[in-house]
């Protein structure tokens, strides 16, 4: 029998990035623990860590491709299976141009190197305008305004958790969630020593959450308040005199312009809308202001709303009014040690951002970042006429359950010329396609965090190892991307044809970063002797130009690749420092705090003053336990309690006749849904709960597992119509449902 042997790696799960220690026998996983000497997560492990070994061993799990044969997937080899997709998306490009292809990626991609960094390089090769992606279903409108504010998408405050004193966070659940694009392991570790030094923490949200729970004080939001409560909180310190700006006085543009446009929002006007009382509204605001090191943050529950990107600016501009913006124990920004725009180039001024360079074609929505909203893309493919989109390729993405309108989705996709995923399983989306090309197991695969450093609690740079050695006939994912991008670009259609193609990719990369001299030959050196090619070698070339890195020789004692591997649980490089103006991006070189697309949706904001509420409105819910629709076919995530139920306030569930554990049916945008109640004082009375990402079970999907306890699908009652105007974000939350009980013979049906 082969010893155990123990390996440091860095799990890819979730966006809190913990280090874990990974016990191993032959090719078989025994044990995972946190990592004790892990400089981010420091011992920290939450039940998605040891799904890794279910993932790996998951019998489901693709491990060759498919491709469609009279009419059913079956496997192939890589060969036939390129030959495919050259087959299928060529031809569309000839006779209906670039725009007839869309691409589709999910955020899996964002927790593996070789897809995050190669999805970009497969989007410009199509030349498609019809790119979709998770973020219109998540975080568009906090990456916008973020974007105008300092000009680039990801440079984005985070809570310095370590020093704050006073933390305000609004729709959002870090308990559950570990921090989203704030990597905050263990946060109640980081709240229970916020409080143990005298701190506070309050959370606004329309659910009594896990973070919630373990707050000082929860104040109950009506949903989509966010809005006018965070107005009001602005105005009462103009009105009050609590402004403070600091050091940053003369960085930031725009103070008098805010003051003016929340002039209508005082705490008595928004009380009613958003559900908290004026008092509360001001000595919220008070604290804040008083507060020697405080922060608010604002998440996913702001976000997908209507008043998305307001919500996110709003954000910031608390943090920036009460002299807390870049500030220790305030809101700071991280310094990545690879692959951040806000370390390169001249600090402190830059070209901005651009958005709306062209439209979607159907319903005219700006293009944001390069891409249109994922709720447009039904339409897309459903509306005849020049554009229309005939084929698609999906990258770790599953709009079918993901997205509102999921149904539809899946009726245009089944209507499509051609379509290629590249996917781990056989999924509600993926079970359309004509060819799957299958991801890598994790544990198979080099790691390294491309974004989320930048949205670190600390200043860190680490990277794992594979645990175990890949098959080396499984083509690479960067690699597989690389050559459907040679194949829509008519370069090619094999792996090898692709390779060459990166290859003199990288070497314009190498010289554009190192020029011709001894740098450009210290960096081909290196990795020729490591054997670097395609996503590891992008990554050695980052982080030895980086702000940490070496600088290829340069200085001696800076970040390489070879040594970041070498150091396991990571190189800690300090806390977060002040970057105002270093990071910023702004062609102005100041922080523009008065976007004018910002100062008009908040004047358009007013009606929300005086709107009448629906009287039963539905939200998500997230699980420590599920991430990602594709992590109910786990079974240490999928075994317990069901998770997929409606929480239900007492008060709503006794004038409907409700009682605990009874079937309900929930209504919504046309749809109708069976649905298993659970009566939870947590919940806000007008506000049921019920989690995205659910709904499997659908003919021709693979996953076992997940079918065992297929839930609902809660998109299906949500409008794929409406959206957060600025950024295309959907609104997922909010939304007016009807909620009545199941009669006894049906109920008795659908919990069958």
Not at 19 to 41: F, H, K, Q
Not at 80 to 105: K, N, S, W, Y
Not at 361 to 373: C, I, K, Y
Not at 383 to 409: D, F, M, Y
Request: aromatic residues 4%; glycine residues 10%; charged residues 20%.
């Amino acid at each position: 029998m082969e010893s155990p042997r123990t390996s440091y790696r860095i799990c890819p799960l979730c966006e809190a990035c913990c280090g874990l220690e990974i016990t191993t026998r032959g090719r078989e996983v025994v044990a995972i623990r946190g990592a004790p000497n892990d400089v981010l997560s420091r011992g920290y492990l939450c039940p998605k860590g040891y799904a890794l070994k279910d993932l790996h061993e998951d019998p489901d799990r693709l491990r060759q491709p498919l491709v469609r044969r009279g009419g059913t997937l079956q496997p192939a080899t890589w060969e036939e299976a390129f030959e495919a997709i050259a087959r299928g998306l060529q031809p569309v490009i000839e006779q209906h141009g670039r725009d007839a292809v869309a691409l589709t990626f999910g955020n899996p991609a964002a927790h593996k190197m070789g897809l995050l960094l190669y999805t970009g390089r497969l989007a410009k090769a199509l030349g498609s305008r019809n790119v979709f992606s998770a973020s219109t279903l998540d975080q568009m409108p906090k990456q916008l305004a973020n974007g105008w504010m300092f000009g680039h998408w990801l440079t984005m405050p985070i809570p310095d958790i370590a020093r704050t004193d006073w933390l305000l966070v609004i729709g959002a659940n870090p308990m559950a969630s570990n921090g989203s694009l704030w990597c905050v392991p263990d946060f109640r570790g980081h709240a229970k020593a916020l409080r143990q030094r005298g701190g506070k923490l309050v959370v606004i949200d329309p659910r009594r959450t896990e973070t919630a729970a373990i707050a000082d004080e929860h104040h109950a939001i009506r949903p989509g308040g966010d809005v006018v409560l965070l107005a009001a909180m602005v105005h009462v310190l103009f009105a009050e005199g609590l402004v403070k700006l600091g050091r940053l006085e003369g960085l930031l543009d725009g103070v008098d312009a805010v003051r003016s446009a929340v002039t209508p929002y005082t705490p008595e006007a928004a009380a009613a809308r958003c559900g908290v009382d004026p008092e509360t509204i001001r000595r919220l605001a008070r604290e804040l202001a008083a507060a020697p090191r405080a922060a608010v943050y604002g998440r996913i529950g702001t976000c997908v709303q209507r008043w998305g990107t307001v919500n996110s600016w709003l954000v910031e501009v608390l943090n920036a009014l009460t002299g807390h913006l870049d500030e220790p124990g305030g809101a700071m920004f991280a310094k990545a040690a690879a692959f951040a725009d806000n370390t390169v180039g001249p600090p402190g001024r830059g070209r901005g951002i651009v958005t709306g360079r062209h439209a979607s074609r159907v319903s005219g929505a700006p293009e944001v970042w390069g891409e249109l909203p994922m709720t447009c893309l039904a339409e897309e493919m459903e509306t005849p006429g020049e554009g229309q989109v005939r084929a698609l390729i999906s990258v770790a993405s599953n709009p079918v359950l993901s997205a509102p309108g999921g149904p539809r989705i899946a009726r245009a996709l089944e209507r499509l010329d051609f379509m290629v995923s590249l996917d781990i399983y056989v999924n509600e989306t993926t079970r359309h396609a004509d060819v799957i090309l299958p991801g890598q197991s994790p544990l198979e695969l080099l790691h390294y965090d491309t974004a989320f450093p930048q949205f670190s609690w600390r200043n860190q740079a680490r990277a794992s190892a594979p645990v175990f050695e890949p098959d080396p006939a499984h083509v690479p994912e960067w690699l597989q991307l690389t050559t459907l991008g040679v194949i829509v670009s008519g370069r090619g259609s094999t792996p090898a044809q692709a390779l060459q193609v990166d290859d003199e990719a990288l070497e314009v990369e190498l010289q554009r970063v190192t020029g011709s001299g001894a740098q450009a030959e210290a960096a081909r050196a290196a990795m020729q002797a490591q054997g670097l090619r395609g996503a590891e070698a992008r990554l050695e070339l980052a982080l030895r130009s980086g702000p940490w890195g070496d600088g290829f020789g340069v200085r001696p004692e800076g970040l390489t690749l070879e040594r970041v591997l070498a150091t396991s649980g990571g190189i800690d490089l300090g806390e977060l420092q002040p970057r105002l103006p270093e990071a910023l991006r702004t062609p102005c070189g100041r922080v523009e705090l008065a976007p004018p697309v910002c100062l008009q949706e908040l004047q358009r904001a007013q009606e929300e003053l005086h709107a009448v509420q629906p009287e039963l409105v539905v939200i998500g819910r997230r699980d420590v336990r599920s991430n990602n629709s594709w992590m109910h076919n786990l079974p240490v995530l999928a075994k317990g309690r069901e998770r997929c139920t409606l929480l239900v306030h007492p008060s709503d569930a006794a004038s409907r006749g409700l009682a605990d554990g009874a079937m309900a049916t929930i209504a919504g945008a046309g749809a109708a849904l069976p649905v298993r109640v659970e009566v939870s004082d947590a919940m806000r009375p007008g506000v049921v709960c019920l989690p995205h990402g659910w709904g499997h079970g659908e003919p021709g999907v693979q996953l076992g597992v997940a079918a065992q306890r297929p839930g609902v699908n809660l998109n299906a009652l949500l409008p794929d119509d409406v959206r957060d105007a600025p950024s295309g974000n959907a609104v997922l939350n909010g939304v007016a449902v009807t909620l009545v009980a199941m009669p006894a013979v049906a109920a008795l049906a659908a919990a069958d």
